[in-house]
């Protein structure tokens, strides 16, 4: 194994399950690299999230390129600390060349091809790069947080953990993904009178038909949708995570949920004035397209289930209720003491020194596929497949791109030596 | 995925899809193309009598204008104790929503092969004006909310054209303008 810097192939940036998964793939074609890894093995699973989380997806689905899940209950959810388990014992199962505790803090490209990637610990020389450093390196906060009064406290859904951190008193929860119905619940279970600000949203059930929701998108190949066959990838690579939890009891999520639980729904924070947040007015319609997506996707799933003989009748959900518009509220009035900003996360590419970031910084890529010969980025939404965020989805996207960078290797190759025999 | 049969079928609502779809793929490349500013001209006449006019706007890059001059007169009715010489204001932004929202389903609906037959929408605004007569400062000037319904006759199913009004919601300039929060500075020469 790699004990100190220095030249190597190919670096792989991360070593969480799309940068293990990718690992696998080039040592299956034996292509010599090294993982590099700030903290531990999966280490934003152990350091950036909320203590009830969940995965989205159930046990059975959970698996990686030679690695699948075996355990006592197949259509449980993971925990947290099980995910960081089972990601670790990846990483120890195919011997990936990891090297924990090693910060990069600068990759730049060497003139002539290939990159210097500067680390904390030590330069390394690479003729590949593969980033596999996450989506959700930081929190995105809007910009109308600057406008929020001292006295409210801010938090995000990066440092959030649970209720107890909470001072008592009412509490925003400002975007309705995964991460905002998750946090409304659990602090509205908690004791909290909670507001969820909704922009737009996707609403799923988590049960269909008396199977898990990923079941039937597993099944009828939706989750198999490619980045190069839907019509406008720059939306689908921008949708919020569906209105879902990895609960045992396999609860419905939904606004419709929240509010029987007492969660009061107001429109997306468009603004805050004279000390007072403004909601929209547009609610009513963020729900219905929501609502109406849904019903879209149940009648695809019913299709595929009638071609593949499945008898019975796919239920029905009652359309999101929508309470009286809120356009207001005064924060000098006492009712919320918290804003908890669940709306979004992006990567952190500050040590990207490379000119391929796009105006929104962002890479500019072709399923994963850099616009820089040699540098490669993967475990992105919608990368090259609907999948490609989820755990299952990492192992397609890694082989591909191990492909394309084992051909990229080879041409550099050929083409030195066509140098060198010229 | 199952295969599916080609339908092939002519839609025209007059909406020239290909250059829309031109416009966002050239506008995504050169995104300094796409600000544009909107402006209107309003002289005073007499009471609340007022003509405002619209011709020339900035956009990809350079001054453009309308082929023609457009005016719009706004006025008060009769009740107001004024001579109704137009519509009120808060009722040219009942038609700037009808418009934009009313354009967006024509455009949605070419976009995904939906041939409209006729397509109507009724709005209502409510409004207090206790607000704007300053009876009571807890009554808000602007309209207590805007109601608009429409009736669409189309080649599409009840769920394909609730669609079409939804994405042209999403869509709509007029739509976020009145949902949203939009600063306003007023200044004078």
Known sequence: MFERAGRVDVVVIGAGHSGLAVSHCLAARSIEHVVLERGGVANSWRRERWDSLRLLTPNWLSRLPGYAWTGPDPDGYMSVHEVVSFIAGYASVIRAPVLTGTTVTRVEPLPGGGFLVVTDRGPWRCRALVVASGAANLPVVPAVSAGIPRRIRQLTAHEYRNPGQLEPGGVLVVGASATGVQLADEIRRAGHEVMLAVGEHVRLPRVYRGRDIQWWMHAAGILDDRYDQVDDLQRVRRLPSPQLVGARERVLMDLNALSDRGVRLVGRLAGVRDGRLLFSGSLANVCALADLKMQRLLATLDEWAKRNGFGGEGERFPATRVPRPQLELDLGGGAIRTILWATGYRPDYAWLAVPVLDRKGMIRHDGGIADWPGLYVTGLPFLRRRKSSFIHGAGDDAHDIAAHLAHYLSGVARTAAARKAG | ?189
């Open chain 2, 1 to 189: 995925m199952a295969t599916q049969q080609a339908q092939v079928r002519t839609v025209d609502n007059g909406v020239n899809v290909e250059a829309l779809l031109g416009a966002r793929e050239a506008l995504t490349a050169a995104p300094e193309g796409a600000k544009f500013t909107w402006r209107a001209t309003c002289n005073w006449i007499n009471g609340t009598h007022s003509a405002t006019t619209v011709r020339g706007f900035f956009g990809l890059g350079e001054e453009q204008s309308h082929r023609t001059e457009f005016r719009f007169d706004a006025d008060h009715p009769e009740i107001f104790a004024s001579e109704d010489n137009g519509a009120t204001p808060v009722e040219i932004v009942l038609a700037g929503l009808a418009g934009c929202l009313t354009a967006g389903i024509a455009a949605v609906a070419q976009n995904r092969n939906i041939q409209l037959r006729s397509v109507k929408a009724t709005l209502e605004g409510g409004m207090d004006l206790q607000g704007i007569l300053g009876i009571d400062s807890d009554v808000r000037n602007g309209f207590d909310g805007i109601k608009v319904r429409y009736e669409i006759d189309a080649d599409a199913s009840k769920e394909e054209i609730e669609a079409l009004v939804a994405q042209s919601q999403k869509r709509s300039a007029v739509y976020d303008i009145i949902t949203n929060p939009t600063a306003v500075t007023v200044t004078v020469a």
